[in-house]
């Protein structure tokens, strides 16, 4: 294991890439910003688990097929919204499977 000095650094001492070798901690104002962007992706993903549990609940099967749609649309747009929040939002670095894919 390497230490945190040579994080980013090559063979010969080169660095690798083109960024810093060890990127900054995010201030205070911009890890806020970026929770008050969170805070409608959560309300989404609640509401979409509100929706799925009634459906459940349900025994009227049009009922239930209709709140499972619409909690689909709302885990939709909390993901559309977590994907438009940028990179610093991401939890999968960047690395995403096509919806339905195993």
């Known amino acids: 294991m390497r230490p945190e000095s040579q994080v980013g650094v090559g ?3 080169s660095r690798v890439g083109a960024g810093p070798a060890i990127t900054p901690p995010s201030c205070g104002r911009d890890r806020r910003l970026l929770l008050e962007q969170f805070r409608p992706v959560a309300l989404h993903l609640e509401i979409a688990e509100l929706l799925e549990r009634r459906a459940g609940l ?3 099967r049009v009922l239930a097929d209709l709140l499972e749609e619409r909690a689909a649309g709302h885990r939709q747009a909390a993901d559309r919204m977590r994907c438009s929040l940028g990179p610093a939002a991401r939890a999968d670095d960047g690395h995403r499977e096509a919806v339905g894919q195993v």
């Open 58 to 60: 349900s025994d009227n």
């Open 11 to 13: 063979p010969g001492g």
